[in-house]
């Protein structure tokens, strides 16, 4: 079983810029989709942006499009979002979370988070 481990997260002032990083345990990203997530207290988690198994197609949600960026290193088996132009409204905690089937599914599941099964543990961004 795949484990997903993210980090870089932090408290930053709003304009700022942060880069998480999820390491796989194992060479999951030419079979799997890859998603970054997030949760603000009190509300749903929802998708944020991914990429998927060809490493080129790549979606983001609406609140973060032309402010985030998601990427691979394949060698690393890491994924990274880099974030700027940071919100105090992109507070939360971020997820990144992987699945075989999520993006073959339709745009209505590529960013659902009942697609995925397999999350880290999360690593939390403040922005102020």
């Known amino acids: 079983h795949v484990q997903l481990v993210e980090s870089g997260g932090g408290s930053v002032q709003a304009g700022g810029s942060l880069t998480l990083s999820c390491a796989a345990s194992?060479?999951?990203?030419?079979?799997?989709?890859v998603a970054w997530f997030r949760q603000a207290p009190g509300k749903e988690r929802e998708g944020v942006a991914v990429?998927?198994?060809?490493?080129?197609?790549?979606y983001y949600d609406d609140s973060v499009k032309g402010r985030f960026t998601i990427s691979r290193d394949n060698a690393k088996n890491t994924v990274y979002l880099q974030m700027n132009s940071l919100l105090p409204e992109d507070t939360a905690m971020y997820y990144c979370?992987?699945?075989?089937?999520?993006?073959?599914?339709?745009?209505?599941?590529?960013?659902?988070?009942?697609?995925?099964?397999?999350w880290g543990q999360g690593t939390q961004v403040t922005v102020s």
């Open positions: 990429i998927y198994t060809d490493g080129v197609t790549i």
């Open positions: 979370a992987e699945d075989r089937f999520a993006c073959l599914k339709g745009q209505n599941s590529r960013l659902d988070r009942n697609e995925y099964k397999v």
């Open positions: 194992g060479n999951i990203f030419n079979t799997h989709c």
